[in-house]
């Protein structure tokens, strides 16, 4: 008879949480009132938060290692899988309320104008297609002006949403882009049209659009039937909630390096013991955070701001590039690992550059002259150590419940004696999992760390 010998009983781990502390007082305080009234995972507020700032900081903000020459913008791809019933839909509409707001404001101001644009555009358009049929050379001239005109138009009939949901083609997205300063952000608590796009549906464009515009590559698009789509420094910011499963699509197009460029979070589900009903927010809260965010979004700026690393942080940024470095040249790992591995540095360098605008925007501090300290390092380690966490379960096929491992060995230890279980016992007491099922889990005795359940 088969049997298995268990030592010590000790804690399964747990998918770490998101480190709010990295983050100035008043996220911190916005993202613990907005999980604790909504009985949501940390997580969950905390990445929607940094996709809310770099909403805001695109473009007006950067960081740049002056010693490597090394500059990144402000941009970030995020995938935040929750299970239904997490309060996705929630946690984004309240995070994004403020750039909502000023989204809304100005297309109602501009709807006034849109009846004048549309009878326009038609005219130009008529003129246009006139012109075009009589295919005659001397019309090239006006030609090439009306398109001028019509783009124009077409500009202004379409400029301001710079937030969108995540049901999008890529086409579409490269011509927003070109009329919203060519940059966009997809804030969804509903990736899965998203991903469909991604994936083919209705035989739409290649993913390159989604490839160039995570780092400002310039991008461009002939057409046969539309304009021309030129984008020189196109940025995309995505915060794409969704369910686990949904990750896998993500994954289809990691041989493009798609999947690596992307911070992903799965957080576990809410503990029972620790929902509270009626936990309303403070409205002192959700104003201090409002009023920020529209400061940071209003900040105009000529030149763009660089944030480089101060000299007494050189040390500290030195460490963690090695580490991640080394990292990376692990042979035991997948290499879509490795290959995540060595765009995350650029991607933490992204996210605490963000939040260390945020934190001066909080305070009096002149918000012209902005540089990442040692601090600024150390939060970037701790989001390392989060974020590899749980990008380890994606690249690793983790598709282990934390609850059902856990069950799983608490129930051996009841079952047990003297330390000795055999597998008919197993078998026949442990009914929650199939015989494939409780081998899958036990190979996974790996996540087990040095602490009593």
């Known amino acids: ?78 995938v935040v899988a929750a299970r239904p019933g997490s309060k996705k839909d929630a946690v984004i509409r309240i995070s994004y309320i403020p750039l909502n707001k000023i989204q809304n404001n100005y297309l109602e101001k501009k709807n006034n104008d849109i009846p004048k644009i549309i009878s ?23 030609l090439a002006r009306l398109k001028k005109e019509k783009i124009k138009h077409e500009n202004i009939l379409n400029k301001g949403r710079f937030i969108i949901s995540g049901d999008i083609t890529q086409e579409r997205v490269s011509e927003m882009m070109s009329y919203n300063n060519e940059m966009l952000t997809i804030a969804t608590p509903e990736a899965s049209e998203l991903f469909s796009h991604l994936d083919g549906k209705y035989n739409s464009d290649s993913i390159d659009i989604f490839l160039k515009s995570w780092e400002g590559f310039s991008y461009s698009k002939h057409r046969s039937t539309k304009d021309d789509v030129n984008l020189e420094h196109p940025l995309l910011n995505l915060c794409l909630f969704t369910q686990p499963s949904e990750v896998n699509r993500l994954k289809k ?28 927010m403070d409205s002192s809260v959700q104003e201090v955070y409002n009023n920020n965010i529209t400061k940071i979004y209003n900040f105009k700026v000529d030149n763009t701001v660089a944030i480089d690393v101060e000299e007494s942080a050189i040390e500290s940024f030195n460490e963690l590039y090695f580490e991640i470095i080394k990292e990376s040249y692990r042979e035991d790992i997948p290499e ?6 060595s765009k995350v540095l650029g991607n933490l360098l992204k996210v605490v550059s963000i939040i260390k605008v945020a934190r001066v925007f909080g305070s009096e501090r002149d918000n012209t002259k902005i540089s990442l300290n040692e601090y600024d390092i150390l939060c970037a380690r701790k989001l390392y150590y989060y974020y590899y966490n749980h990008f380890e379960r994606v ?24 330390g000795r279980i055999n597998a008919t016992e197993i078998n026949n007491n442990i009914s929650r999992f199939n015989s494939e099922q409780r081998k899958k889990l036990l190979k996974s005795k790996r996540q087990i760390v040095h602490t009593y359940f």
């Open 336 to 341: 879509v690992f490795q290959e995540w591995l």
């Open 120 to 142: 326009t555009l038609d005219a130009i358009n008529s003129k246009y297609n006139m012109l075009l049929a009589e295919n005659v050379e001397n019309n090239n001239e006006e």
């Open 1 to 78: 008879m088969e049997h298995l010998e268990w030592g010590t009983p000790r804690r399964i781990e747990t998918t770490e949480e998101f480190p709010i502390d990295v983050f100035p007082k008043w996220i911190a305080n916005f993202v613990t009132e907005t999980f604790k009234e909504l009985n949501t995972k940390v997580d969950l507020p905390a990445n929607a938060v940094l996709g809310t700032l770099s909403t805001a900081v695109m473009k007006k903000f950067k960081f740049f290692f002056s010693k490597m020459n090394w500059k990144l913008d402000l941009n970030v791809y995020i």
């Open 253 to 280: 197009h990691e041989q493009r390096g798609l999947l690596q460029r992307f911070l992903i979070s799965i957080p576990e589900r809410y503990p029972i013991e620790e929902i509270r009903l009626y936990n309303k």
């Open 395 to 418: 690249a690793l096929n983790k598709n282990i419940k934390d609850s059902d491992l856990r069950y799983l060995f608490k129930r051996i230890i009841e079952l047990s004696t003297d």
